[in-house]
């Protein structure tokens, strides 16, 4: 288990052992590779991050994922493998599911909703970005994106 204070000011505990946690995640964040590239969107707002969002109550996490990336890239996936798990220790708490996927295709014209599409990045892209979401800068995602790279010889994009 991974501990740390997020840039919000709220505890967070990060698990890559699973079910580690009593409470069940309803939030799901996906990190997906095209042509070897990282798949990320730009919120009008925050900035870059890595696609995510809430589950629908009709469908399993695997689907939120696969929709959430789809609704803010234009992405369609395959591999959703799950990953980690972790949980925000706000009013009320929340867990959200890791999945790690490749990218199988990019549609250009499909509907964007609050964000401004795909965004491809290099890793050393990716760790010299000035724009990134809040989301992006504290230490439990440089811990997730050190797992993907641990498992990078196992995940074929």
């Not at 000011?9 to 095209?34: I, Q």
């Not at 789809?70 to 996936?77: I, S």
């Not at 949980?87 to 990019?106: D, E, R, W």
Request: glycine share 6%; net charge negative.
């Amino acid at each position: 288990m991974f501990s740390y204070t997020d840039l919000n000011g709220h505890g967070v505990d990060l698990s890559f052992k699973k079910d580690a946690f009593a409470l069940e995640p309803t939030h799901v964040l996906v990190l997906a590779k095209y042509e070897g590239r990282w798949l990320l969107t730009k919120h009008r707002e925050r900035g870059y991050e890595f696609p995510g969002g809430k589950q629908e109550t009709s469908e399993t996490l695997i689907e939120a994922a696969a929709r959430e990336v789809y609704e803010e890239t234009g992405a369609h996936l395959e591999q959703i493998t799950w990953l980690a798990t972790y949980v925000v220790q706000q009013n009320p708490p929340f867990g959200k599911a890791v999945y790690i996927a490749n990218v199988t295709s990019l549609e250009s014209d499909y509907k964007k909703h609050e964000t401004e599409g795909a965004i491809l990045m290099t890793d050393d892209e990716l760790l010299n970005c000035q724009q990134l979401s809040f989301h992006m800068q504290d230490s439990g995602m440089k811990k997730m994106i050190e797992k993907v790279s641990e498992l990078e010889d196992k995940w074929h994009d």
